[in-house]
């Protein structure tokens, strides 16, 4: 077999989901460990104005890829923005942009999905699931195609106590959803969603898992692969240690620890924390690509799946995410912290509602009101969201094999909205 590089030399590679989190160090890291790839095409939709192009333009003018910048200074010639959008019927793609990628592609990425927790169930099957079964009628159309990855998650079967890497049957025949969905309005979906995702605890986990299964069923002769990551944080090593640009997963816990405003959580101290770096992601992604398409004369008979975790090998515990996170902000402390660092993990729910009140509430009041004072705008009561009583709207989770806890925040919260622990 030839090496990883060498495969990918003069192949043509479609990334869908290229300006996400995960889709940006995978397209830096195919072009920097693979200088040999002819072209990569990007699906990326028109946004505030700006159009794919200058939308990637932009992408790749950040730290990223300075590293990249610096060994090819060329490299962006090779990346080609094509104007789609997911949640358009033919992802919204021209006819002639359609007979490009049908005539050229040899390579699939389709990473592009919804991780909110929080999504209304007609949204994260359109972006999750629909989006997916377009990107698979696209795939078959293309005449030189060797190998499809979807990226999916690790808690797309969160509901089992064991996960193997196979494929599950979900509870509800996605067909049959899709077409239920089509006809019901939102109030209805919104009263039917509990019982429709069953033990699933959010749309997240449940669309993804629909996905899977979906690959498995309309793949056909396509060579498919699936790669489960856990919890995706910043970079290990490449291209630099400690890369991020969100708040998603536990990095906005992180900073709101760091910053103070974050003193106690409602948590298991033995639950694992899988956490995975965003970097090792994407090194068994390529190398997943590499892999089933050097065995397209060897395929397996089912579809290929890869769980990126860390838990099962390597436990890290919340406990020591807490003693890392207290340690680590006392010795290189955040420029402008609120206060002192000390995040505490507490399973009991009325010993965390007390230092909610102790730690977050009162402090909050106390500072708003000196803000107040001083004709400034309160801001600390919205931040510290641990202590909202009502209007919560979303929640982070963590998870354990046999157990789970969360904390609700409010809409004013510094980590709201994409917040995610998967």
Not at 38 to 54: D, E, F, H, I, N
Not at 172 to 201: A, C, F, N
Not at 395 to 408: D, E, F, L, Y
Request: glycine share 6%; charged share 20%; aromatic share 8%.
């Amino acid at each position: 077999m030839v090496n990883i590089p060498e495969y990918y030399a003069g192949k043509n590679v479609l990334i869908s989901g290229a300006t996400g989190f995960m889709g940006k160090v995978l397209l830096e890291k195919l072009l920097r460990s693979c200088p040999e790839v002819r072209s990569v095409y990007v699906l990326v939709r028109s946004k505030a104005g700006q159009s794919p192009k200058t939308r990637i333009s932009e992408m790749i003018n950040s730290k990223l890829f300075e590293k990249l910048q610096q060994d090819q200074p060329d490299f962006a010639e090779k990346i080609i923005a094509v104007n789609s959008d997911l949640t358009q019927p033919e992802l919204n793609l021209s006819k002639a942009d359609q007979s490009i990628l049908a005539e050229n592609i040899d390579i699939v990425f389709h990473c592009a999905a919804t991780v909110r927790f929080s999504e209304p169930l007609k949204d994260a099957v359109q972006l999750n699931v629909l989006a997916t079964q377009m990107m698979l009628a696209l795939a078959h159309r293309m005449k030189h195609l060797e190998v499809f990855i979807h990226i999916s998650t690790a808690y797309a079967n969160c509901n089992r106590e064991l996960i193997e890497e196979v494929v599950y049957s979900p509870s509800v025949d996605y067909r049959k959803l899709i077409d239920t969905l089509d006809w019901m309005d939102d109030d209805l979906v919104s009263t039917l969603t509990p019982k429709l995702i069953g033990e699933h605890p959010n749309t997240y986990t449940f669309t993804k898992s629909l996905a899977e299964y979906m690959v498995q069923q309309e793949a056909g002769d396509l060579n498919v692969a699936i790669v489960r990551p856990s919890i995706v944080g910043a970079s290990w090593k490449e291209p630099f240690p400690g890369w991020i640009d969100n708040f998603n997963g536990p990095s906005g816990i992180f900073i709101a620890a760091g910053k103070g405003i974050l003193r106690t959580m409602r948590a298991s101290n033995n639950a694992v924390a899988d956490l995975v770096p965003v970097d090792v992601v994407i090194n068994t992604t390529l190398a997943a690509g590499w892999y089933s398409g050097s065995q397209v004369l060897n395929r397996p008979k089912s579809i290929p799946v890869y769980n990126c975790t860390t838990g099962g090998i390597n436990p890290f515990r919340w406990g020591e995410v807490e003693y890392c996170i207290n340690m680590s902000f006392k010795t290189n402390p955040l420029e402008q912290a609120f206060r002192r660092p000390n995040v505490n993990l507490r399973s009991n729910p009325f010993t965390n509602q007390y230092w909610t009140t102790v730690s977050h509430t009162l402090p909050a009041l106390l500072y708003d009101g000196y803000l107040t004072l001083m004709g400034r705008k309160p801001r600390y009561l919205t931040l510290t969201c641990v202590s909202c009583t009502g209007q919560s709207t979303w929640k982070i989770t963590v998870w354990a094999p046999k157990n789970m806890s969360s904390m609700k925040s409010c809409r004013g919260c510094l980590l709201h909205a994409n917040t995610s622990t998967s």
